[in-house]
């Protein structure tokens, strides 16, 4: 029987599935009382709980932050817009969602979205409001693409998303970052003030994402025992790298025949993917998000040579489940280097490390150990919880 029915994983989805409930989460754009005063508003591009990505997650462990505190809170978002690219979905609503914050009275504005500079322009000389504005990265993501797709991201960040993330960062009372890496990129790029600058790393829940026994785990997952699982999770594959990965695991498998390559990516990839007809390639969509964590303990590594990241919680989830990655530079905090990830600066170093880790046991659960040591004490994500809510907190007393 695999995981995916079995009474076992009810068992484990008692113990690691955390419920978020919020009385306020139909607190879209024109659902709230105008003339309350609320302690925060936080911006999100989409619905955070519906969307399930890692900047919606980010958005969610946000809020759990602030309510902890018994604050005031109010949930600006929008519903992602079907068929319509996000280039021009953003700039739909764009003004409609600043404008909505403007009428609401409150004493922070912790913003996950693009365009801050609206809210400052719309709200004018009577705002009294601290507004954080939040980066999960750089404009420089639209240079990850190819053909067409890269001529219309260009222009799209030339002319529109890099103006509007140098002013809003700049008019912004504070930066909050995800990474170290995102703070320099913005004093460089952006030429962002450093002590405008705070970093808040992205966290991992680490007693959901643990290390597990890897063959009990596979026999739950149905998985073979024989093979070196590698491991891909992203929804944007050309972004993160995927067709770099294929190629990373092809030559690989000229030095270790018995490799099975884990894509988990996004439906809309599926039967492109499946047209490739490779034996040796898994492909995995909408898999639930309480199964993750059993897909890192059942792989030997996880690879992501990507293109653009802030600080992506797929490293971090490989991380604090002993997964060891192989990694771009984009992909994670280049001072940790060696600590439970491997940064690849070109393709034969991918090939390498990835050799090594599977083929070199004690290194593998060195690299392992030190993974885990790492997302405990740097990507927890009670540490992330308590630096928003001390910088709340410091806020809330000096208004």
């Known amino acids: 029987m695999s995981l995916f029915d079995s009474k076992k994983l009810f068992r484990e989805k008692l113990k690691l599935q955390s419920l978020f409930k919020r009385s306020c989460r139909g607190n879209q754009m ?23 990505g890692g900047l919606e997650n980010v958005v ?11 604050l005031k809170i109010h949930i600006l978002y929008r519903e992602r817009i079907q068929n319509v690219p996000t280039i021009f979905s953003d700039l739909i609503y764009a003004v ?10 409150c004493k922070i504005l912790l913003d996950n979205f693009g365009f801050t500079f609206l809210y400052k322009f719309l709200k004018g000389k009577s705002r009294n409001v601290v507004v954080i504005k939040v980066h999960h990265g ?29 002013i809003s960062s700049r008019l912004a009372d504070i930066n909050i970052v995800v990474s170290c890496k995102v703070k320099q990129e913005l004093i460089n790029h952006y030429k962002v003030p450093p002590e405008k600058v705070i970093v808040i790393p992205n966290g991992v829940n680490v007693n959901m994402y643990r290390p597990r026994d890897k063959k009990y785990i596979r026999e739950l997952l149905g998985l073979p025992l024989d093979k070196k699982i590698v491991l891909f999770v992203g929804g944007d594959l050309e972004r993160k790298g995927f067709w770099l990965a294929l190629n990373i ?18 439906k ?25 964590p059993y897909l ?6 996880l690879l992501l040579p990507s293109k653009y990241e802030g600080l992506p919680l797929t490293v971090l989830e490989a991380l604090a489940s002993g997964c060891p990655a192989v990694v771009s530079p984009n992909a994670a905090e280049g001072e940790y280097n060696g600590q439970g990830f491997l940064i690849a600066h070109n393709f034969e170093e991918y090939v390498k490390y990835c050799k090594k880790l599977l083929t070199d046991t004690e290194y593998w659960m060195e690299i392992s150990s030190k993974a885990r040591d790492l997302a405990v004490l740097r990507y927890n994500i009670q540490n992330q919880h308590k630096l928003y809510q001390e910088i709340i907190l410091k806020l809330l007393k000096l208004r």
């Open 138 to 166: 750089t404009s420089n993501y639209l240079d990850s693409y190819s053909g067409i797709r890269l001529i219309f991201a260009k222009i799209y960040k030339l002319f529109i998303l890099k103006p509007v993330c140098i």
């Open 60 to 70: 969610k462990e946000q809020i759990k932050s602030v309510e902890s505190l018994g």
């Open 30 to 52: 024109g659902n709230c009382d105008e003339k309350s005063v609320y302690d925060i508003v936080i911006i999100s591009r989409y619905n955070p709980w519906k969307c399930g």
């Open 96 to 105: 409609l969602i600043y404008l909505k914050a403007t009428k609401i009275n």
């Open 268 to 292: 809309k990839y599926k039967k492109r993917l499946e047209s490739l007809k490779i034996n040796w390639l898994k492909i995995l969509t909408e898999v639930p998000h309480n199964k993750m």
């Open 249 to 266: 695991v092809k030559k690989v498998k000229k030095y270790i025949s018995n490799i099975l390559f884990v894509a988990i990516t996004s």
């Open 296 to 301: 890192y303990n059942a792989s030997d590594l």
